[in-house]
T-cell receptor, first 112, second 115 residues
């Protein structure tokens, strides 16, 4: 069963605009959430995370929002740059990394 | 440069053969992981190890085996019992097994195909 879902397989935005990537989860026991970015032929790299005690975490152009009641999180990229074009994976976990579950990913394309 | 090395990048296997994927890290991380990625699906955990000489099954361990004899190395064997081994395999490591301590570092993956 898919406990973490990214319902948009792809997203295309214009350079300079905002990119919003969404993720839903079903397990209320998850209390830590992460976003990874993956370029072709490379492994994923960590982007940003958020604990369930917060509803927002910001790091430069990247902000993650968490809505626990809706079991929903989103990643905002402002402003979007062509170099942001990649596949973005959402992940949710309990305390052990062995509990982590990943979404299927969203391919973001930022057009110049 | 510290990191995770997976080899080979591409691997071909004949039906009925076992094949071993290599994963080496020089990050001095205690925990290591193997994931499988299929098109349209997220990463699924095969096995993980939080310490040398110990490992646990993930969600899709059937048809796979691992060993953790050294801290730096966590090889994955895809056995002939794995019915659909064609996939992209990713190895990862983290300082500890606690998700809040430090995010995982991933290798660049091995793509396994059946001939």
């Amino acid at each position: 069963d898919q406990q973490v879902k990214q319902n948009s397989p792809s997203l295309s935005v214009q350079e300079g605009r905002i990119s919003i990537l969404n993720c839903d989860y079903t397990n209320s026991m998850f209390d830590y959430f992460l976003w990874y970015k993956k370029y072709p032929a490379e492994g994923p790299t960590f982007l940003i995370s958020i604990s369930s005690i917060k509803d927002k975490n910001e790091d430069g152009r990247f902000t993650v929002f968490l809505n626990k009641s809706a079991k929903h999180l989103s990643l905002h990229i402002v402003p979007s740059q062509p170099g942001d074009s990649a596949v973005y994976f959402c992940a949710a976990s309990r305390i052990s990394v062995g509990d982590m579950r990943f979404g299927a990913g969203t391919r973001l394309t930022v057009k110049p | 440069d510290g990191g995770i090395t997976q080899s080979p990048k591409y691997l071909f296997r004949k039906e009925g053969q076992n094949v071993t994927l290599s994963c080496e890290q020089n990050l001095n991380h205690d925990a290591m992981y193997w994931y499988r990625q299929d098109p349209g699906q997220g990463l699924r955990l095969i096995y993980y190890s939080q310490i040398v000489n110990d490992f646990q099954k993930g969600d899709i361990a059937e048809g796979y085996s691992v060993s953790r004899e050294k801290k730096e190395s966590f090889p994955l064997t895809v056995t002939s019992a794995q019915k659909n081994p064609t996939a992209f395999y990713l190895c990862a490591s983290s300082r500890t097994g606690r998700v809040t301590d430090q995010p995982q570092h991933f290798g660049d993956g091995t793509r396994l195909s059946i001939l």
